[in-house]
């Protein structure tokens, strides 16, 4: 009776430990990933926070809180140039989030190169505030709004008999009209700015950018981790790039990394 049972405690501890090791074999979910790369952040531990947020990246999972947070991790490591590069990703995602402008403002403070923008014409500087206020899936959400309560009017100004309902109707109407417009305006220009318009970030120390997309072509200047730029054009494994302050060159594809 003893060795029975002594056998079967045994067999229990081996069924036990074979399913311990078949359910460490199954990848966490997201959300566990999540939990653990939070854990490890606020145990200092960035490298381990950094790998685990690259992970759930990698499984295509994307949010404008995960990047921030990825954003921090690579700050607190001190890499400058993946912080802003995050930070970047996650504003794209949710122009308002305040705290990922403000860490983008601090980050940048620490590059090397402090280029100034060329000033933009006061109704473009005005506009890319009103459609930067929201992100594009609101913005989305606001013109269907507004078509509806454009239809609304104009069927109060169809079935109403009474004149003065009529143009107070039409009037109404037609101010939901104008800004159901805006509203698709402002969601072409943000979709234009994320995904039209390619940015990137350089991630080496110094990157040396030629007038020509060959190495043997001469250096018109050089740019450090950090800095951003717009791509202008492709060629191979070269980037034609345009900064805010208008210089224009050539660099090549493995210093920098699309936004």
Do not use: C
């Not at 939070?38 to 685990?52: G, R, V």
């Not at 933009?120 to 899936?137: A, E, P």
């Amino acid at each position: 009776m003893v060795n029975f049972l002594q056998m079967l405690r045994q067999t229990i501890l081996v069924f036990l430990l074979l399913f311990a090791g078949i359910s460490q074999s199954f990848p966490s979910t997201p959300h566990e990933l999540l939990q653990k790369a939070n854990q490890a952040y606020i145990s200092e531990e960035y490298a381990t926070a950094i790998e685990l947020y690259e992970s759930i990246i990698a499984q295509g999972y994307e949010a404008a809180e995960l990047y921030y947070n990825l954003g921090n991790s690579y700050f607190r490591h001190g890499n400058i140039g993946k912080a802003i590069l995050n930070y970047e990703r996650s504003l794209r995602i949710d122009p308002r989030n305040e705290d990922a402008m403000f860490n983008l403002r601090v980050a940048t403070a620490r590059t090397v190169d402090q280029i100034t923008p060329l000033p933009l014409i006061f109704y473009k500087r005005w506009w890319k505030g009103v459609y930067n206020i929201f992100s594009l899936d609101a913005w989305a959400w606001i013109g269907v709004v507004f078509v509806i309560f454009t239809l609304v009017g104009l069927g109060v100004f169809f079935v109403s008999r009474a004149l003065k309902t009529k143009k107070i109707a039409l009037g109404i109407s037609l101010f939901f009209l104008m800004t159901t417009f805006t509203s698709f305006f402002a969601a072409r220009a943000v979709y234009f700015q994320n995904y039209i318009i390619d940015e990137a970030i350089v991630l080496v120390p110094n990157a040396s950018v030629k007038s020509s997309p060959s190495n043997e072509s001469p250096e018109v200047f050089v740019i450090h981790e950090g800095t951003k730029a717009k791509l202008t054009g492709e060629l191979g494994d070269w980037y034609e790039i345009r900064l805010a302050n208008g210089n224009v060159g050539w660099i090549q594809k493995s210093a920098i990394e699309v936004i």
